[in-house]
Structure formats: structure tokens, C-alpha cells
């Protein structure tokens, strides 16, 4: 069997069937929304952040896609609890499928990164290191 | 039993002339060529992207590289006469075999879309204008939708769409509506890509010759798997693609009316295409000739050909009829299945290929499911978003079926869609 039966362990559909963090914060420091228009896949991400203005306190997400985006957001929207805007941006494709816990096949890794691609970006509109109308999320080609 | 006894040909015949076919897969796909972890029988049902290539076409490549390989057109060498005579009777045979009168009237392309272009820039930028349209459907293929689409912008032409209906078809009553005194191209896609839809392109020939405009028929999913006669279907244009008719890629037909492409300048210019060249002027060769700028793609025209050939020895009645049932039986067991939504007209109108979507599981998720049951399928918008996006859809799967493919083959997909159902209910 090949990586596609291995993706879809226990972990990824209970996160897909059962999103985490599955909403809109009243009160965001930043919001974003990416998008992969060939799959279609779309992902809002709102972070609040602690007084400090550096650790992510509240994390909630939105979105329509593929049981490995939907999943890989979900799973992020737990993991970056705690963290700070740093870390968040040091997070790499690694880390995410590390995450994922399952092999994630070539062309299905786009579907993976989106979550985390959306959070990066708004924290980076957020500091005012990316201009939110000239660059638009995606991480397909 | 009973439908394979329905074969109008020996498909086991057939699928011997593919080694492809007989392929495992399951391994890692970024190590092309390599078999390691290879452990599930392929099941090939995306025919409508791009069809397996068959020994007699792959040996009529090879044969043109080992024994006669030479630019063609500008060689006195004997190598270059050769190659020469090969590539331009591949044009006879490309003629033969759509109803064109004569090699003049069919053009070379890198595949329809290139075709299109060359239409879209060579006629359409000198021809169209303010208070001019072109009437597309919604169910165009990018390559004729975005090519009008940019066109429109540059000569400031309206573009207009006839509707699909609700069980897929073409709305004739818009399409008379849409197509009137202003219109000077209707570009209709034969059989729809994704829902299979098989259009009336005489009757759309019929209602804008009537107001003396021109039709461009996109039939790269049509040539390849029916009998296609350009006189019958009145077309004045009309493309396909060699990939999908178990010929080579980077290969593709445009017919013209030949006074048509008299009457159009060049697309591309460059070497191959002229006649007299000085500091100051050019004239240009002889048609096809014109329209085939710089050295053409020899192999792959002869490898056309050679396909062609592959399928008439089969009959393109037979092939139809044999598609037909495939796209019949699946329609069938998809619907028996549940859960299943197909896109389209009825099993027994359709063009063989059947796109459709699962509840509860996204395209994505089923194709990476059933390529783990060896099943490749097409997952995405098939080049037809908008059409997608009417139908309130991302994203579908589609199976489409060729010569080879048999009735265990559609067995394995509706099997693994059941699993994939399963595992995401």
C-alpha cells in the first residue's frame, strides 16, 4: 500500500470529523484567510494574543477542504497554544508533517502547510513585514 | 457476467499492446521508473487527461530516431527527404481521418490549446472588435474560456456563455437566444471533460452560420474516442490533442476551412513558415506550412500518424461503442452505491467519462484513497472552474475509460470508492 490509507490514521480523521478550536475569536490581534484555489481548500485563522504581544494565547479557525488540511489546521490550532509569534514562524514543513504524525505524499503536502501558512502570514501583516493586499496565501503552485 | 460479453472488440487483445497496463503501483513517486514498494495492479482511468501509448506508436517513434531522424523541409540530404515525406504525409492521415480536404487544411499544433491560441491571435485579434461577440458554453475547458476571455479584453469583443441545464446539457433555447447578428465565433467544446455531455455541434454550426459567423469545435475529447467527420459537424474549426488518442504529447491538429486559413496571417513567425525573406519583407509558404513555424515537432507528428492508424485498425465505431458501456456500467454502480453524486447526463448519453463526487469526502481525500487501490483518477476542477463553481462544487473526480480499459477495472473503482465512503463516514 502506498502513502494514501497511511495518511488518513485515526488521528487525522478524528481531527477532520471533530475540528478543534473550530470557530471565530470575538476579539482577534490578527485574522487571516488563505486559500488553494485549485483544491479549493480555504482557511481563516484568528490569533489573540497575550498581554506581552508575543505569546499566542487563543487560536480558533474556519475553513472548507480536504480531511488533511482540515486536520493539520486543527492540530495546529492546539499545538500553537503557548507559543510565540517567533516560534510560530519558525515552524517548517517538517514540523508540520511531524505533526501530522503520517507520511504525507508529494502531492498532497500543499493541503498539509495551508493552516500554518495562514497563521505565519497574518503574523507577518500583523508586524507589518507583508503587505495583505500584494501577496495572497496559497502553497500551491 | 453479461457485460463483458458486450465487447465489440477483444479488449485483452488490445491491452496487450500496452505494457503499461500491466504495471504495479504503490511505491515512493518521486523515484519515476523505479518498482521498489510497487505491490497493486494499476487501474488506469484517466484517459481524459492523458492516454497510454501503444507498442506500434511507441516503436513508429523509436523507428523514426534510430533510422531516419533529420529536420525536415530544408534538407537535399537524403535523411531530410525522408523525415520530410513522413511528417507531411502524417498531415494526409490527420486529414483522412476527420473528413479534411487535404493536408493544406490541417495544422500542426503543441496540442489543442495551442490551437486555439493560434485562432484566437490569427483570426480573432484581426477580425473582432467593439459590438462583436463570441459565444462560449459554461462548459468550456480553460483552453477555449481563458483564450477568448483574454482575447475579448484585447479587442474589447463581449464574450458570452450558453447555459448548461440542470441535467447537464446544453441550453439550446439560450444558445439561440445568445447567439445572434453580432456574433462572429461560437467555440463549443464537442464532449464536455467533465461532464460528459456530448453537444450538438451541427445545430450551434447551423444557428451561427445563419447569422455568418464561424464555429471552433474543441474536440479533444471527442476525436479520440468516435467517429469525428468536420463536413458532418459543418465545423469551421476544429482541434484535438495527440496525448489522448494513444499518440505522443507536445502533438495536436487544428483543421481550418482552407479559405479561412488563407485568409489568416501567420500566428508564429520564424523559419519553416516563409517563402522569400528579405532586410525588409517576408512572404510566407504555402498552407499548413504557414502556420508551422521553426522546426515542428517530426517525431511526435509521425507518432500521431501512427496512432491514428492503431485506432482505425480497431474502428472508431467500436471504440465508441466500447467507451459507452464502460461510462454506462460505472454510472450505473456508482448510483447503485449511494452517496454518489455524478455529474452530467444519464449513463447511456454521456461521452465515456463519469465525474462525481462522494458525500462527506472531499476529491482530494478520495483520490489519495483509491490511489492507494491502485485506481488513478483525475482529482480537481479538470480545467473547468467555472463550470465547477456552477455546479456549487471545489473540486470532482473523474474515471475516464479508453479501448483498453474492461468492466473488473470499473469494479476496482466502484470498490474503492466504497472503501473511501467507509473510512471518512
Known sequence: MGTGSDMYRQQILDHYKNPRNYGELEDPDFTHVG???????????????????????????????????????????????????????????????????????PMRIKCAVLGRQVAQDGAKIHRGELDPDADRTRTED | MGVQEQYPFDVEAIRDDFPILERLVGGDPTSPGEDEGDDVDLVYLDNAATSH?????????????????????????????????????????????????????VIFTKNTTEAMNLVAYAWGLAELGPGDNVVLTQMEHHASLVTWQQIGKKTGAEVRFIEVTDDGRLDMADAEAKIDGDTEMVSAVHVSNTLGTVNPIRELAELVHDHDGLIFADAAQSVPNRPVDVADLD????????????????????????????????????????????????????????????????????????????????????IEEHESLLAEYAYDRLTDLGGVEIYGPPGDERGGLVAFNVDGVHAHDLSSVLNDYGVAIRAGDHCTQPLHDELGVAASVRASFYLYNTVEEVDALVDAVREARDLFA
Open chain 2, 235 to 318: 465545423a469551421d474549426f476544429l482541434a484535438f490533442s495527440g496525448h489522448k488518442m494513444c499518440g505522443p504529447t507536445g502533438i495536436g491538429a487544428l483543421y481550418g476551412r482552407r479559405e479561412l486559413l488563407e485568409s489568416m496571417g501567420p500566428y508564429l513567425y520564424g523559419g519553416e513558415m516563409i517563402r522569400k525573406v528579405t532586410f525588409e519583407e517576408s512572404t510566407w509558404e504555402d498552407l499548413p506550412w504557414k502556420f508551422e513555424a521553426g522546426t515542428p515537432s517530426i517525431a511526435q507528428g509521425i507518432g500521431l500518424a501512427a496512432a491514428i492508424e492503431y485506432l482505425e485498425d480497431v474502428g472508431m465505431e467500436r
Open chain 2, 53 to 105: 501509448t501503444p507498442d506500434p506508436v511507441v516503436d513508429a517513434i523509436s523507428d523514426y530516431y534510430r533510422s531516419y531522424n533529420s529536420n525536415v523541409h530544408r534538407g537535399i540530404h537524403q535523411l531530410s527527404q525522408e523525415a520530410s515525406v513522413a511528417y507531411e504525409e502524417a498531415h494526409d492521415v490527420v486529414a483522412d481521418f476527420i473528413g479534411a480536404n487535404g493536408r493544406e487544411e
Open chain 1, 35 to 105: 486559500e488553494n484555489p485549485s483544491c479549493g481548500d480555504t482557511i481563516k485563522v484568528d490569533i489573540a494574543l497575550a498581554d506581552d504581544g508575543e505569546t499566542i494565547e487563543t487560536v480558533a479557525f474556519t475553513g472548507d477542504g480536504c480531511a488533511i488540511s482540515m486536520a493539520s489546521a486543527s492540530m495546529l490550532s492546539e499545538r500553537l497554544r503557548g507559543m510565540t509569534v517567533d516560534e510560530l514562524d519558525a515552524l517548517d514543513t517538517d514540523d508540520v508533517t511531524e505533526m501530522l504524525g503520517v507520511d504525507i505524499s
